[in-house]
C-alpha cells in the first residue's frame, strides 16, 4: 500500500527581527552586518568562502580574518 506524503510550509509567518551589529575583526578592521542576533553574525561572517576569508576586490588576494568583537550598534 503506498502513502502520499504532502510536504507542509508555514507561510505568513512574521519575519524575526534584525539589528544591525558591529563586528571588529583582529586587524581592527570593521563591518555591519543586519542579523538577529550575535551567533546569527558569527554563522553569517564564518561561511563567508570558509571561514572568515576576504578580499577588496577579485583580483587581490583572500586574507583570513579572526572576529575580535561583536557588538549590537544603537544609532
Not at 588576494?61 to 549590537?72: A, G, N
Request: charge should be positive; include cysteine.
Amino acid at each position: 500500500m503506498w502513502y502520499i506524503v504532502y510536504n507542509k510550509t508555514m507561510r505568513n509567518l512574521p519575519t524575526l527581527p534584525e539589528a544591525t551589529w558591529e563586528v571588529t575583526f583582529d586587524n581592527h578592521s570593521t563591518m555591519f552586518i543586519s542579523a538577529r542576533n550575535q551567533s546569527h553574525v558569527r554563522r553569517i561572517v564564518e561561511k563567508n568562502k570558509g571561514f572568515s576569508l576576504w578580499r577588496r576586490t577579485p583580483d587581490c588576494p583572500w586574507q583570513k580574518r579572526t572576529i575580535d568583537k561583536i557588538e549590537l550598534v544603537t544609532w
